[in-house]
């Protein structure tokens, strides 16, 4: 593994559903965070953890739920999915989660439910 | 609240100079991130601004105005390539970033 990368790369998914969006970075880093985004919409951030074993909730958390039990992996819950969680989710990461630190982002996971 | 601007789209000509505006309302100040986003990718670090003034590296400058709340990306030399979206995000007092919704440059030959 190279970097920050996620699984699976699209879903297509029954509302009401369960699915849970994976995350895995071997850089080391100690800040992740989930972030969706939408046409015409900025980045939003769903939720984040600073370091392993915190996470926070962000801009938008709601129908979302995470973990982070080890550094390198930050997986994003989706307890029942509804229509408008249609988007494409980014995982991100930094070394640290102030200051300058610029935010590794991975390929993206697009995300359709219907 | 917390509101980033930026246009919505630009058009330039290969070979040209670009400036990309961007006005940040965030509660407090961390710093002025932009970053470039190629279509179905993902986004990529471009520079980060927490003093005033104009930090150059390559074709690529960004600008920063603390007292206006006012930034801009000026890329010059374009190149077909620079084809994509620009993203500015004003990192706030909780240090998260807030996001604009991107700039998409469009390069003509």
């Known amino acids: 593994i190279a970097g920050i990368t996620q699984a699976p790369t699209s879903q297509i998914l029954a509302a009401g559903r369960r699915m849970t969006l994976r995350c895995t970075q071997d850089m080391r880093h100690n800040a992740m965070y989930w972030y969706r985004q939408d046409l015409g919409l900025g980045l939003r951030l769903i939720h984040y953890?600073?370091?392993?074993?915190?996470?926070g909730k962000g801009e938008v958390p709601d129908g979302y739920s995470v973990s982070r039990a080890n550094t390198d992996d930050f997986p994003l819950t989706l307890a029942s999915a509804v229509p408008s969680q249609t988007s494409v989710y980014f995982c991100a990461s930094s070394t640290h989660s102030q200051g300058s630190d610029e935010q590794f982002f991975g390929p993206g996971t697009r995300l359709t439910v219907l | 609240g917390q509101n980033i601007d930026q246009p919505t789209e630009m058009t330039a000509t290969e070979g040209a100079i670009v400036q990309i505006n961007c006005t940040y309302q965030?509660?407090?100040?961390?710093?002025l991130f932009w970053y470039q986003q190629h279509a179905g990718e993902a986004p990529t670090f471009l520079s980060y601004n927490v003093l005033d003034g104009l930090e150059e590296k390559g074709r690529f400058s960004s600008f920063l105005s603390r007292s206006k709340g006012y930034s801009y990306l000026l890329l010059k030399e374009l190149q077909m390539k620079d084809s994509a979206s620009y993203l500015c995000a004003s990192m706030d007092s909780n240090y998260q970033l807030i996001w604009g919704a991107g700039t998409k440059l469009i390069i003509k030959p």
């Open positions: 965030t509660s407090g100040f961390n710093g």
């Open positions: 953890s600073n370091t392993a074993g915190t996470t």
